[in-house]
């Protein structure tokens, strides 16, 4: 299920980045300046691109592994899980930019970045999130 996501990520971050958001809505602005200043460094390298394809194969992602995969669902594991996309989000939204402002190609910035986050992200959710309790006989 993780590949299936990845490629679906990927997909709709190629298509976002290349017809939707090039040269468009600067997130990253409208959310600086909504927040204090004291927590503006959290959003200002945020791509919007990024963080919609995440959002998408993200969903994806949750389906999958919760009916097909680990066979395990519930309230709790989806706060759970989408607390880990949100921080998963931040992490590889901050590191894409920084890597796309050393003058990469996006895609490539996206597979340097998202390669790590691929394997934290199946040990996260093999080990915290979608980890049956086992039962005492």
Not at 4 to 25: E, M, R
């Amino acid at each position: 299920s993780s590949v299936s996501s990845l490629l679906v990520d990927y997909i709709a971050f190629i298509l976002l980045n290349t017809f939707v958001f090039k040269g468009g809505f600067d997130l990253a602005a409208v959310l600086t300046n909504a927040l204090p200043d004291s927590m503006a460094f959290l959003v200002e390298n945020l791509s919007l691109a990024y963080l919609v394809a995440r959002a998408i194969s993200s969903i994806f992602n949750y389906i999958l592994n919760s009916k097909v995969v680990f066979h395990a669902s519930g309230k709790s594991m989806v706060v759970k899980y989408f607390a880990l996309v949100v921080v998963v989000a931040i992490i590889g939204s901050f590191f894409t930019e920084l890597l796309i402002g050393l003058g990469l190609p996006s895609l490539l910035c996206k597979i340097i970045v998202d390669v790590p986050l691929f394997f934290s992200n199946y040990f996260i959710q093999r080990e915290f999130i979608f980890k049956k309790k086992i039962e005492n006989a």
